[in-house]
């Protein structure tokens, strides 16, 4: 009795079994830790932009829950190591008809006479099943390589979004900087202006300036009230766009929050680069072209997959199965077993198996020819980073200088404008160059900055630059 029990327990506890197995599984939840806390802060700066970004937006989380696909995915195929074992159970009651009954009777009075046969009656059935892939022409092997560069390859892919992820922050921040910086050089326009247009109103109301001086310094006034107040709709507008690629809620930041100011820091000297090195160190260890290796390694064992269809299959099975009728107090006469060891081999599929595996060749071909594409692709990106930072930095060394010596200018034509030695057109032309000179080193300082963070973001290092 007391095996009948035990059976019977882990019989029940193998139908109810979850269909993972034996194995416990914890699932991890993805959070936002390591986000900087918004309400604490007052000046954005890149770096935090970054980090904000990294924990914060949507599509890095998605990336990182195809990983976890990725790994759920290999540990499927390792499951095809394993033996399988399946339990069954049934219960059935059956009410034979007044002539089936008659027939079975008589029958078993043949043998008995004073047999009888219950209707109607409970049948029960219970039983136990292993089964073990021996060899399958080594496919278990390749799928469990497939899906490991399937895992590698996911991994890869969410670095690399992480990668195009802080480009992203990195241009939109800038065209961000650039956006108030050019407020503040429409405020100083305007502000300028307005002075002057408040001391030929005062002359003129002293009957020694005129009034086309006070008109001309009025329009100008209104004319960079305008530009102030398009680049405070293009600042938001940009804004909006970072506090979108940073994941904030709404896509809007807390009104408190500034950008750190635009401040010409870095190096005005063009430093030498070298580009070889730097080719070599992205083709090493750019996340996209590791991806795409993976995907060449994954269809290579692809291939082999389609190729085992071409070896014979060994299977070894065991079995266990009872019935009984009437109740369900299995004993041990009521069971049976079997054990068996079969082979399998497919000699005609209408070609299936060796389209299958021309199929998997040529895939292979097209990822090694998209991987040779986006090496070339790097190598480009790469030198054109490389020549976009030497100009930039040419560049900016010019319009430093530049802005300097259309200051003076200025400064010089106001003062002769003062004195009555230099015309009004004059002064204007003069203002205007400052104002175009001050926005072109604005520029010049985001075009730099921007042209390192895609020399980083080119050769792979910018998740390096973030964290320093």
Same mark, same amino acid.
């Given at each position: ?5 035990? @059976? ?11 269909? &993972?197995?034996? &194995? ?131 991994? @890869? ?312």
């Amino acid at each position: 009795m007391m095996k009948q029990t035990a @059976f019977l327990i882990l019989l029940v506890f193998l139908i109810l079994m979850p269909a &993972g197995g034996f &194995g416990f599984s914890k699932e991890t939840n993805e959070t936002a830790s390591g986000s900087p806390d918004l309400s604490k802060l007052s000046v954005l700066d890149l770096k935090t932009a970054g980090k904000i970004a990294l924990s914060r937006n949507p599509s890095l989380a998605a990336a990182r829950s195809r990983v976890q696909q990725a790994k759920a995915r290999l540990s499927q195929t390792r499951s095809a190591y394993w033996p399988r074992l399946d339990a069954t159970a049934s219960y059935s009651r059956i009410d034979l008809s007044g002539r089936t009954y008659a027939e079975n009777l008589a029958f078993a009075r043949i043998f008995d006479p004073a047999a009888t046969v219950d209707n109607p009656d409970d049948y029960y059935n219970a039983g136990l099943r292993a089964t073990w892939v021996l060899f399958d022409g080594f496919e278990r092997k390749f799928s469990n390589q497939a899906a490991l560069y399937g895992k590698e390859l996911s991994e @890869f892919a969410s670095n690399d979004v992480k990668r195009l992820l802080l480009s992203s922050v990195a241009e939109t921040y800038f065209a961000a900087q650039l956006a108030a910086e050019s407020i503040k050089i429409s405020q100083a326009d305007k502000t300028f202006n307005q002075k002057l247009f408040e001391e030929a109103k005062a002359r003129r109301l002293l009957g020694s300036g005129s009034l086309s001086d006070e008109m001309n310094f009025e329009i100008r006034t209104n004319s960079a009230e305008i530009k102030l107040i398009r680049g405070e709709i293009t600042y938001k507008s940009i804004m909006y766009g970072l506090a979108a690629v940073l994941g904030l809620p709404d896509a809007t930041f807390p009104p408190h929050i500034q950008l750190a100011a635009l401040e010409p820091k870095m190096s005005d000297q063009a430093e030498p680069v070298d580009t070889e090195g730097l080719i070599d160190f992205a083709l090493q260890n750019r996340f996209d072209i590791l991806r795409n290796d993976s995907a060449l390694k994954a269809t290579e064992s692809e291939v082999e997959i389609a190729r085992a269809r071409f070896y014979p299959t060994v299977n070894l099975s065991a079995s266990v199965d009872g019935s009984r009728t009437g109740d369900a107090s299995f004993e041990q006469d009521d069971f049976g077993n079997a054990a068996g060891l079969s082979i399998s081999y497919n000699l005609f599929s209408g070609g299936l198996d060796r389209a299958k595996l021309r199929e998997t060749k040529e895939k292979r071909k097209e990822t090694e020819k998209d991987l040779a594409a986006l090496k070339l692709d790097v190598i480009s990106e790469v030198r054109r980073a490389v020549e976009n930072l030497y100009l930039a930095q040419k560049e900016l060394v010019l319009q430093k200088s530049t802005v300097v010596l259309v200051q003076k200018n200025r400064n010089l034509v106001e003062m002769e404008y003062s004195a009555g030695q230099s015309s009004l057109v004059r002064l204007n032309e003069a203002q205007r160059d400052l104002i175009t000179a001050q926005s072109r080193l604005a520029l010049s300082i985001v075009s730099l900055r921007k042209a390192n963070f895609d020399l980083y973001a080119s050769t792979g290092r910018i998740l390096e630059k973030f964290e320093e």
